[in-house]
């Protein structure tokens, strides 16, 4: 297999599909200002699981919460959209299995429909999201809005209609040893930050990236970092690119360094267009590393 290691390469993409962010589902985006305040505590621990939990859905147990504490949630397959929402909710914390995501699975079906998100974080700064896969979803699998500063971390987005993982009209996050898979656009994507006197950074590192339109979409992002990922078999690997219909383009100052780009270019739902080789690597040439310039 031959991969492309990117290191160092200012880009410019013209090619991406604008962002869902200011649908009619959505609360318009907002600068998201200054940082909320971290909360003093004292902090708590609220626990989510099927039977012997005092919650029996995650977003019980996120409307019980306060500012800081973390809500727990055991092994199982939840039904359900989840939405963190204003600053009641900010350095919330909510955690399922980092070591083993694929345990904690959050399902958007809905009988003969599916729901718009699974996990959406909205006006809520530093809000943590970690070890959990979604799937099944109308949108996006998990969605940060109008925040400075979250994280999400050890996540696996599949199958949903818009994005895997994204954050929009936000300041300072980061994205890391998670994956998506098979979304309808980008299973990666940070778009439309605010232009800032004193940039916050976001990185994005340690993140695999397959079977999507696009690997990593940027619609006028800024301050991101791309770095130490995979990106492969999508319809094109790594999109930053700047669009007139949302707020601050162009997109500038970002860095992508130390990817492996491969085997994107081609139309993913027919599978690759060359046949791969049974020994050996040396036969195989790089189809088009998927970055757009």
């Keep these: 297999m031959s991969r492309i290691p990117i290191a160092g390469v200012a880009i410019v993409a013209a090619l991406a599909l604008p962002s869902v962010a200011a649908a009619g589902t959505y609360p318009p985006p907002a600068n998201p ?29 996120v409307n019980k919460a306060k500012a800081g504490d973390t809500v727990k949630v055991r092994a199982g397959v939840y039904h359900e959209q989840v939405k963190i929402a204003g600053a009641s909710k900010r350095y919330l914390k909510l955690v399922g299995n980092p070591k083993k995501p694929s345990q904690v699975v959050i399902d958007g079906t809905l009988g003969k429909s599916r729901r718009q998100n699974g996990v959406w974080v909205t006006d809520a700064d530093q809000v943590t999201i970690n070890g959990f896969t979604a799937k099944h979803y109308n949108g996006n699998g998990f969605f940060v809005l109008n925040a400075n500063g979250y994280t999400l971390k ?45 940039p916050k950074r976001s990185t994005v590192t340690r993140v695999k990236s397959f079977g999507n339109v696009l ?37 500038e100052d970002n860095v992508i360094t130390d990817n492996d780009i491969f085997w994107n270019n081609f139309n993913f739902h027919q599978g690759a267009p060359f046949k791969i080789a049974t020994e050996g690597t040396s036969a195989l040439a790089p189809v088009g590393t998927g970055v757009l310039l």
């Design 154 to 198: 050890n996540l696996n987005a599949t199958l949903g209609g818009v994005y895997g993982i994204y954050a929009f009209n936000s300041v300072g996050g980061v994205m890391s040893d998670s994956q998506a898979s098979y979304n309808n656009d980008a299973g990666f994507y940070i778009g439309q930050t605010p232009p800032q006197t004193t």
């Design 33 to 61: 200002g200054a940082p909320q305040k971290p909360p003093k505590g004292p902090f708590h621990t609220l626990q989510v699981c099927k039977d012997d939990c005092r919650y029996h859905t995650i977003q019980a147990a």
């Design 215 to 251: 690997g990593f979409s940027g619609t006028n992002m800024r301050y991101v970092t791309i770095t130490k990922s995979q990106w492969f078999n999508n319809g094109s690997g790594i999109v930053p690119n700047a669009l007139d219909s949302e707020k601050y383009p162009p997109d």
